[in-house]
């Protein structure tokens, strides 16, 4: 029986990554390329058969809903299982992309799980799935990790540790009395935003911000976030203005206040978007912050 091939597309090489060692864990004997764009992803469909294709929406050269729609006018790629990962969740962005022909859909952040939930699902729906289950290993037990980005990219050989339980706060900003520190830069309004996490969503506070990444500030929940995990950071420019949905990780949690129970961790999210779009629209975002001094710029 034939391997089961998965186009991956993506400008960001972390995302590409991500996707490939989360399928591969799952399926060993999967085929996967990876195109940095939606030209590459043409040329490559061009000259090769795949049987789904996992596609970013923004990207440079060709975005996915360009490539979504050329695919669905080549005869041989009319059927072809095609799910769009993407932060864009907007109705008017998902009918768009219905009716350009979708199949599916997996907002970014995501986990591992419903990575291979999405892939299962629209190789079922193509006749594929028995050929899936040839290539998938036994199940292994559940090895605890709290990230699945981090069980992805170390082959889940990395051991995460779990913190000790607390009394854990409301995730929403509202500084207690009693922390003037934390209260001082909530309640200042300045630099806010929110990072989607696979977990759920933190309304965070943007101290720092460069071109390369943000320096956040976040109320501590029930469950930690994970060096390495995968997010999204919306951003508004301006009251009621576009949000800019920037992709990336997280670079490094830190407890802002000098105790292992703080109540407020500082996150360093890192970019990994290429899009030149969206690098313009950082870099405006970045000149508004600083001449109204919302955060502190080159994080």
Not at 102 to 115: A, M
Not at 130 to 156: I, K, Q
Not at 201 to 215: M, Q, R, Y
Not at 261 to 279: H, N, Y
Request: net charge positive; proline share 6%; hydrophobic share 40%.
């Amino acid at each position: 029986m034939s391997k089961v091939s998965v186009l991956v597309v993506d400008d960001a090489p972390f995302i590409r990554d991500l996707i490939k060692k989360g399928l591969r864990s799952q399926f060993p004997g999967i085929r996967i390329e990876d195109a940095v764009n939606g030209r590459k992803a043409q040329q490559m469909l061009d000259r090769d058969s795949f049987d789904l294709i996992l596609c970013d929406w923004e990207m440079p050269e060709m975005s996915g809903l360009e490539l979504l729609t050329w695919c669905r006018a080549q005869d041989k790629l009319k059927t072809t299982p095609f799910i769009m990962v993407t932060s864009r969740g907007d109705k008017e962005n998902v009918v768009q992309a219905i009716q350009s022909g979708v199949s599916d859909f997996i907002g970014k952040p995501f986990s591992n799980e419903q990575l291979t939930t999405k892939v299962r699902k629209a190789l079922g729906r193509a006749g594929k799935l028995d050929a899936l289950a040839a290539s998938a290993p036994a199940r292994p037990t559940n090895t605890g990790m709290a990230n699945d980005s981090l069980a992805a990219l170390t082959g889940g050989k990395a051991d995460v540790v779990k913190p000790a339980a607390t009394n854990a706060p409301s995730p929403l900003i509202r500084p207690p009395a009693g922390k003037p520190a934390a209260a001082a830069a909530a309640n200042s309004g300045r630099g806010q935003g929110q990072l989607r996490l696979a977990s759920g969503t933190l309304p965070c506070v943007i101290k720092a911000l460069s071109l390369k990444e943000g320096l956040l500030v976040v109320r501590r929940g029930e469950t930690l976030p994970q060096v390495l995990e995968s997010a999204v950071l919306d951003l508004e420019q301006s009251e009621g203005g576009e949000v800019a949905r920037l992709n990336g990780y997280l670079h490094a949690v830190a407890a802002v206040e000098p105790k292992p129970d703080s109540e407020w961790l500082q996150l360093t999210f890192r970019f990994v978007d290429r899009d030149p779009q969206k690098l313009d629209y950082l870099s405006r975002l970045i000149a508004r912050g600083t001449a109204q001094r919302h955060f502190v710029p080159g994080a």
